[in-house]
């Protein structure tokens, strides 16, 4: 560690695995433009690799782990940590990932702010850090295994505290939706990182490390983290703030399910119902109840919204780490699958073969539609009955996706890929943006999320900016971060409310992102939403952590511009990969089908999104961010003003534009 050096830790690790080099780079020149986590890796990518050419599995791709100035330290929920790279997942080719856990400070306190991981070792490898210590070593042992064994066997090897990320079998055979596991719970879940391990024949980074996180003022930087730790958890802080945390705690994310149902926010069927169906309540709260052994909390979280869970009778015994809200609806309420015992069993399976759980059930519920649609039968899922409901042809049908046999060498490649082959019948089945299949959304609910959906660089996934304010629905909040009372009613139109309130939030959740935070518990869920003055105290504490910590200061205006810069890098690398206004279009269904369900707020069946008034969104979206109405292309002026000229000049190269 720089001693000159605070919160952060003053260096990249920077390794090759095609020639085993190890290289250290000082951090310190970063620090005031790029934050740190996921800005700065945004950055590093897009200087450093040819995002329009470069292909995901290639070993020119490379990897950005990073850490923030707020890992590690006592700050509430600083367990994060963020990897940026070019995704197989998607066709925009943009691949983002965060977890919880604890590898983020382990990392950190091994004297590195991030890990950048280039080049394909001649064998399988895996990465071990402890402190100043950097050795590439052997995996062929480890090779095969599952993430339970691969953990299991690493930490018995290099010791208790040792933390690590890894893949199972998903990732080793190139699964396009493969992800990084770390504990029982935690995934680096989305956008295909675990294919790009494998690809590099990469099977675990461990990281063991003791140095000590220096802060700038320590006592002031103590004093204002025990304050946001209890803030957090007060009852009366405020209705909103508090009712988060009272769910969080106790149920963890599966708790919200019915609560942002109410707005016909929760897909079933495969996108084809919507709301609350008390079919699925063992889903939401019998999973934690008969199933939970305890409550888990990533690094410093007074929220403990993990579990552990055991099944020990019935069809499908198991234990394991979660499930997620997301789990639950896309192995459960999207398959019409209410057994909680066989969705815990689906978890397990994903959590140690290594595969993001949302695109794994969207491909069964897509394969599902598809059958039931007579496009596909039982003869070209070699014999498996995919029908909705049927668990047990879920269950069969995994390890062939996971191991590439049979069919399984073709659905690995994703919903996405397996509806363009098929044809374009099929590919009205298929609930995506970009490649990637919808979380646990229902975009036709929300007109917001819907335009957050749709113009995500990665494809459909809430965690880029879901708008909390629309679908809290605080009339003051909704002013405060868009102007406009009309950004908090779900089903409103109103051009430039939408346009703000989704440029807002998608700069938000840059913060946690960048900062190694949960955004669960800052900006995503309705902690600090219940007025605009909550909101205001937020930002504030966390200006101050960030200076005490650091030494830097920064105004809240200062980090919504790094943030602002940091999503126009997003965009400038899908142009330069292809996208267009065309791919920022609602997906088929929401076009084309309404969607009937049981809920109190919205219409029932809710309609589909209107496509003339969405465009006039997405037209005041694009002046937002300055991109061309025509294309979506960001202007060259704009970039420029932002200090971005880099950017436009790479940009414009590549697509050969004066």
């Known amino acids: 560690m720089n001693k000159d050096v605070y919160g952060n830790m003053g260096t990249i690790l920077r390794i090759d695995l095609t020639d085993e080099s190890v290289a250290y780079e000082d951090a310190r020149k970063y620090y005031k433009d790029w934050l740190g986590g996921r800005c700065l890796a945004h950055y590093l990518l897009f200087s450093e690799v040819d995002v329009a050419r470069t292909e995901p599995l290639s070993p020119e791709?490379?990897?950005?782990?990073?850490?923030?100035?707020?890992?590690?330290?006592?700050?509430p929920s600083s367990g994060r940590t963020h990897a940026c790279f070019l995704s197989p997942m998607n066709y925009s080719g943009w691949g983002d990932s965060n977890c919880g856990g604890h590898f983020g400070p382990a990392l950190k306190r091994c004297g590195f702010d991030m890990v950048v991981i280039s080049g394909r070792a001649k064998r399988p490898v895996y990465l071990y850090v402890e402190n100043d210590t950097v050795s590439i070593l052997p995996a062929d042992d480890l090779w095969g295994k599952g993430t339970i064994d691969t953990q299991a066997e690493l930490i018995a090897r290099h010791g208790e505290p040792t933390k690590l990320l890894c893949i199972g079998q998903g990732g080793e055979n190139l699964v396009r939706f493969a992800n990084v596991r770390t504990e029982t719970t935690n995934s680096m879940g989305r956008c295909g990182l675990g294919a790009v391990f494998g690809s590099k024949n990469l099977k675990a980074v461990v990281a063991k490390g003791t140095k000590p996180v220096k802060l700038f003022k320590p006592k002031e930087f103590y004093e204002v983290t025990k304050q946001l730790r209890d803030d957090l958890m007060n009852p009366e802080f405020g209705k909103a703030h508090s009712a988060t945390y009272q769910i969080m705690s106790k149920w963890g994310t599966p708790g919200i399910t019915?609560?942002?149902?109410?707005?016909g926010m929760v897909p079933i069927r495969n996108w084809q119902r919507c709301g609350i169906d008390p079919k699925f309540d063992r889903l939401v709260r019998a999973w934690?109840?008969?199933?939970?052994?305890?409550?888990?909390?990533?690094f410093t979280c007074p929220v403990h919204c993990h579990a552990a869970y055991a099944v020990k009778d019935g069809k499908y015994p198991t234990r394991g780490g979660g499930p997620e809200y997301e789990t639950t609806t896309a192995l459960g309420h999207k398959c019409d699958v209410g057994d909680d015992k066989a969705v815990l069993k689906l978890n397990s399976m994903c959590n140690d073969y290594g595969l993001d759980t949302v695109e794994c059930g969207a491909l069964f519920s897509t394969l599902m539609e598809l059958m039931e649609r007579r496009i596909i039968d039982k003869e070209y899922l070699d014999g498996i009955d995919m029908q909705f409901g049927n668990a047990d042809a879920m269950v069969e049908m995994m390890p062939m996706v996971v191991f590439r046999k049979g069919v399984g060498d073709q659905l690995a490649d994703g919903p996405w890929r397996v509806c363009k082959r098929i044809g374009p019948e099929a590919l009205k089945s298929c609930y995506h943006q970009k490649g990637m299949c919808a979380t646990g959304v229902e975009t036709r609910s929300t007109i917001g999320s819907m335009l957050q959906f749709a113009v995500s660089p990665r494809g459909s996934h809430h965690l880029n900016g879901l708008p909390t304010a629309e679908w809290v629905n605080i009339p003051p909040v909704a002013v405060k971060v868009a102007g406009y009372a009309e950004a908090g009613d779900v089903r409103s139109y109103h051009p430039q409310a939408k346009a703000r309130l989704v440029r807002y939030y998608e700069n938000m959740f840059f913060l946690s992102d960048s900062l190694g935070i949960c955004k669960f518990n800052f900006g995503h869920l309705a902690f600090w939403h219940d007025s605009g003055e909550a909101l205001d105290y937020m930002y504030d504490q966390l200006c101050k952590a960030i200076y005490y910590a650091t030494g830097i200061k920064y105004t809240v205006d200062e980090l919504f511009t790094i943030f602002e810069r940091s999503n126009q890098i997003e965009r400038a690398t899908i142009v330069m990969r292809g996208c267009r206004r065309e791919d920022d279009q609602p997906n088929w269904k929401c076009l084309n089908e309404a969607c009937p369900g049981q809920h109190p707020v919205g219409p029932i069946p809710l309609p589909p999104i209107d496509a003339e008034k969405f465009n006039k969104i997405l037209d005041a979206y694009y002046d937002e961010r300055g991109w061309e109405r025509e294309t979506g292309i960001p202007k060259k002026s704009h970039l420029k003003k932002l200090g971005l000229g880099f950017v436009a000049d790479k940009m414009g190269a590549a697509l050969k534009v004066v």
């Open 258 to 263: 019915n609560l942002i149902g109410t707005t």
């Open 61 to 75: 791709n490379r990897i950005y782990i990073g850490t923030g100035p707020l890992s590690g330290t006592t700050f």
């Open 288 to 298: 934690s109840t008969e199933h939970g052994t305890r409550r888990e909390a990533c």
